[in-house]
């Protein structure tokens, strides 16, 4: 086997080379081409030509490598890579910070919830989202500066006590 096969190895690192054009790769893809050799030796034919089932080896192995690397994409080193592509924000963040939002939106009472969207959602001015609600508009700002308030609390996770039930207003005589 090594008087037939030595000679061959000049021959398939210049095919090697002119495969993958990088000599380290093509070094390691005629090794991985003798180690497959010799470890199917037994099945080759002994009628057939060694050079040729050595260089179909190596050209299988060259396409499955090239086919494995387009799958994968370009290789870089981590001392070569730029440190912006390295560093990644998780992607988890948004997500629970939605979650959140939506949470201390639904804990804001209903007529707060809906001038906040109003104005700072659906971008109306003060005066329309009055006109919406049909309250006064010095009403819709003193709503929507507790509902800003309370929701800059919840989202800061400072819980925030509701106070018990009692009228709003009393009346002094």
Same mark, same amino acid.
């Given at each position: 086997m090594v008087r037939l096969v030595e000679p061959l190895i000049p021959a398939l690192r210049r095919?090697?080379?002119a495969l993958l054009r990088d000599p380290a790769d093509a070094d390691d893809l005629v090794q991985d081409c003798l180690e497959?050799?010799?470890s199917r030796w037994h099945q080759r034919r002994s009628d057939g030509d060694t050079r040729t089932w050595l260089t179909a080896i190596?050209?299988?192995l060259a396409v499955s490598q090239m086919r494995r690397r387009a799958r994968r994409g370009a290789?870089?080193?981590?001392?070569?890579a730029p440190e912006a592509s390295l560093a990644v924000a998780p992607s988890q963040d948004g997500a629970l910070r939605h979650r959140d939002l939506m949470a201390a939106l639904d804990a804001l009472p209903d007529e707060q919830r809906n001038v906040l969207l109003l104005v700072t959602v659906e971008g109306l001015s003060y005066a329309e989202a009055a006109q919406v609600l049909a309250i006064p =508009?010095? =009403?819709v700002m003193s709503r929507l500066s507790r509902a800003r308030d309370r929701m800059i609390r919840l989202?800061?996770?400072e819980g925030v006590t509701v106070p018990a039930k009692r009228p709003l207003l009393r009346r002094v005589k």
């Open positions: 095919y090697a080379r497959r050799a010799v190596l050209h299988n290789h870089m080193s981590v001392e070569d =508009t010095g =009403t989202m800061d996770g």
